[in-house]
């Protein structure tokens, strides 16, 4: 725990004073493990990037969004590419499922935001190495967005998974279902550099040789800081350190997550 916080005090640390300005603009999307609820805004698109590593189990897992407003922030494209690397089995590594999004802005007023998404995930992971689950699947989830105060907000979601056919390394294949809930709670100490702390659990199937199912829950908790750099031209820079915790039967996850966006205007 010592290190951590060293780490988090050497991160912060590293803040420009401009970052923190007042009046500059204010990180929206400031959740890691939860999806916040508000799209890109007409003529800005926005690349983000997250890599964990799991300190007990040395796995680690990298993806890549990217988000388009079509031709505003009522509607929202964007696909997202994982890769992992997974020490059991066999050193495994490459690519995984790759995600195709669609979000609907259904809400935007006030101090309220709520965008539901639609997912295709495509079979593009190896599942001969665990990389993927050898089938196409459907992925929905709603997130929701309150600004609670002019210093907090908190994201919620509620989602599920769906996988028809999905496939264990031999072969064996079984329609799989999932899961996923979770929430932040963000401090705003300045409109560009934010506290938080997440809760999130999800419940995933996993085929068996013999075509059976097994259940797994993971429930993690992750405080982390975030900040973000504004730049004339419209780019802003969004970056964040945290250290996600498994508790119950999860505890064997012990990580550090790494966070950066870059979000500017392409017209």
Known sequence: ??????????????V???CLAEGAKK????SFLVEEAYNQEA???QHIQ???????????????????PVPDETHQLSYTIPITRLTDPGNARGIGDIALNYRYQAILKDRVAFSPRLSVILPTGNYKKGLGAGSAGLQTNLPLSL?????????????ATYTPGSKEPGGAKANTHGTNYGASLIF????????????VRTTNESVQPDG?????????INPGVRFARNYESGLQIVSGLSFPRGIGSSSDTKGVLLYLSFEHPFK
């Open 50 to 68: 997250s890599m964990m590593y799991n300190q007990n189990t040395k796995d680690w897992f990298y993806t890549f969004t990217q988000e388009w």
């Open 16 to 18: 420009p004073l401009q």
């Open 1 to 14: 725990m010592r290190q951590q916080f060293l780490w988090a005090l050497i991160f912060s640390a590293m």
């Open 212 to 220: 059976s199912k097994q259940r797994e829950t993971t429930t993690l």
């Open 188 to 199: 705003l100490a300045t409109e560009n550099f934010n506290l938080m702390l997440e809760a």
């Open 43 to 45: 003529g800005v698109v």
């Open 147 to 159: 600004e609670l105060s002019e210093k907090f907000v908190s994201h919620f979601n509620l989602g």
């Open 27 to 30: 990180i929206q999307d400031n």
